[in-house]
């Protein structure tokens, strides 16, 4: 690898080239915007050159995206056999995760008002409208399909542009759902998406986890390195310092997204990536064997080691 240098986006340290993605993992054509530095002051890992945020829109228009419908799905795969419903179920048993809609179901109470900034098809939307909340959704890609409802709406906007129609300071709380690693400025985002809440409102902000046990083992071949959609690749501690540059304060930690990564419909979804490298690394070619071996190395395995999703929970101060 080089020796070039760049600012990082969260501390604006000297970051250095630590891999390069030399293909769009959803098209597998070449990108210019797959080169991944590491900031020697935070540890932060990002794309540089940034693209600018009105270069990103293009990123998303590939024939389809997984809000719009079903592309980069993996070929069709054969009916599991036992060994790989007995990987699948032991995984199920091993998962402790917390995902986002219970960790907002704690902290809130019902009839909350929440915005889900990058609501994508409106999944969570409709899941937490359910339990009672009260529900506005945000979204860039006017293809996506979004829920409509008599406790849910829909605006066209970004965390960078929000929609005039959101009131500043009015809302209980708010979310983004695998959407801080596609942004440009991840601090400026958090920031000004800070301005909906009430004072005392709450932030809740889950991505990819950069130091899962599959995101190290995968290498370029994870799912999660999507170049060039996905610019920034947070950990625990890169999160919380994201948060807290934006003026939140931290107030915990969660973990989520176990089980998937063991059956063979995502197995298949590496192999593919892998088999479009090129030779590129580091990368491994995922298997059975290789699920399996994740499995015993991480069922027992610490939290951020384990789970393929990080969060933080933080609040707007009073």
Partial sequence: LSMNFSGCPICDGEGRLVRTMP????TFQPTAHGHVY???????EYIAPRPTPQETAGFYDIGGYYTQGDFGRPPAVPAPGFLSR???????RADRGDPL????????ARAAT???IGCGDGSQMARLAERGFRMTGVERDTK???LQGEHTQVFEGSAEALPAQLARGSFDG???KQVLEHLVDPVG?????AQLLKPGGVMFVEVPNNDSAIAHQSGLSWEHMDAPRHLNFFTQDTLRATATASGLAFESVFFSEYCRYFSDAYIAIEQRIFDHLGGAGPAQRNSSARAWQLLLKTAGAARRVKYDCVGVVAVKPR
């Fill in 23 to 26: 293909v769009d993992a959803k």
């Fill in 38 to 44: 590491r900031c020697g002051a935070c540890g932060f």
């Fill in 86 to 92: 007995l990987r699948l179920h032991l995984a199920w």
């Fill in 101 to 108: 809609v219970d960790v907002v179901s704690r902290r809130l």
């Fill in 114 to 116: 929440i915005v889900d």
């Fill in 144 to 146: 996506s399909v979004s």
């Fill in 174 to 176: 708010v979310m983004f």
């Fill in 189 to 193: 985002a958090l920031r000004n998406a």
